[in-house]
T-cell receptor, first 120, second 111 residues
Framework: GAGVSQTPSNKVTEKGKYVELRCDPI?????LYWYRQSLGQGPEFLIY????????DSGLPNDRFFAVRPEGSVSTLKIQRTERGDSAVYLC??????????????????FGPGTRLTVT | GDSVTQMEGPVTLSEEAFLTINCTYT??????LFWYVQYPGEGLQLLLK?????DKGSNKGFEATYRKETTSFHLEKGSVQVSDSAVYFC??????????FGKGTRLHILP
C-alpha cells in the first residue's frame, strides 16, 4: 500500500514569508508525528497528533510554528515569518498507535520522504 | 532529558569488513531502542529494534543487543557490502513514543 507522502518535496522561500508543508499519513494510522532534520543532525521531534488533537507539541521551537490535523488524516505544518535557521528537512511519520485500545506497547513509525525547506 | 550518543563518522570500510557503530543512551525510563538507516536519496527506514533489556534486534545481516548495564546498543555486521553505504541513526523511544535520534553516522563501503 501507499506509504507516507509529503508535499512539496522541496520548498524555497524568502526570509519572512509564510510556508505550509503537507503530510499524508498511511491510511488508517491514527498517530502522526512531525520531525525536523537539520544538516548533519538527526531528526528532532516537533509535534505528535493522536487523531485530530495535538497530544504533544513540546518540540515546536517557538510560536512561529503551528500544525493542524483537522480531520484526523492529513496534517499541515505551518511556519510564519520564516528565518534562515528554519532551513531543514521536515519529516512526517505515522503509526497505528491508539491509546484507547489495548495492544502492543510499541508501534512502528513510518517516515515520509521529507520536505526540504530552504529559506533565503 | 533522554539522549543518544553515537560515534561520529564518516566511517569508511572495504567490502566484507566487519562493522561496529557504537551507540550509548541516557534515559530515565525503560526505552525501546532502534537503528534507522537513510540510504542516499531515500527516506528514513527502521533497520532493527529492541524493546527490552537483552533483546537482540536483527535485520539484513545487522545486529544490535540492548545492554541495560552499559546503556548501549551497538550496531554490528559481519561482512559489509557496498549497498550498505548510508547514514545510520541510533534512536530511542520512551512511553510517550517521540523518537530521540543520535546525530547519525555516515558509512562508506569501498568495493
Amino acid at each position: 500500500g501507499a506509504g507516507v507522502s509529503q508535499t512539496p518535496s522541496n520548498k524555497v522561500t524568502e526570509k519572512g514569508k509564510y510556508v505550509e508543508l503537507r503530510c499524508d499519513p498511511i491510511s488508517g494510522h491514527t498517530a502522526l508525528y512531525w520531525y525536523r532534520q537539520s544538516l548533519g543532525q538527526g531528526p528532532e521531534f516537533l509535534i505528535y497528533f493522536q487523531g485530530t488533537g495535538a497530544a504533544d507539541d513540546s518540540g515546536l521551537p517557538n510560536d512561529r510554528f503551528f500544525a493542524v490535523r483537522p480531520e484526523g488524516s492529513v496534517s499541515t505544518l505551518k511556519i510564519q515569518r520564516t528565518e534562515r535557521g528554519d532551513s531543514a528537512v521536515y519529516l512526517c511519520a505515522s503509526s497505528l498507535k491508539n491509546p484507547g485500545l489495548a495492544g502492543a506497547l510499541y508501534y512502528e513509525q513510518y517516515f515520509g520522504p521529507g520536505t526540504r525547506l530552504t529559506v533565503t | 532529558g533522554d539522549s543518544v550518543t553515537q560515534m561520529e563518522g564518516p566511517v569508511t570500510l572495504s567490502e566484507e569488513a566487519f562493522l561496529t557503530i557504537n551507540c550509548t543512551y541516557t534515559a530515565t525510563g525503560y526505552p525501546s531502542l532502534f537503528w534507522y538507516v537513510q540510504y542516499p536519496g531515500e527516506g528514513l527506514q527502521l533497520l532493527l529494534k529492541a524493546t527490552k533489556a537483552d533483546d537482540k534486534g536483527s535485520n539484513k545481516g545487522f545486529e544490535a543487543t540492548y545492554r541495560k548495564e552499559t546503556t548501549s546498543f551497538h550496531l554490528e555486521k559481519g561482512s559489509v557490502q557496498v549497498s550498505d553505504s548510508a547514514v545510520y541513526f541510533c534512536a530511542l523511544s520512551d512511553r510517550d513514543d517521540k523518537i530521540i535520534f543520535g546525530k547519525g553516522t555516515r558509512l562508506h563501503i569501498l568495493p
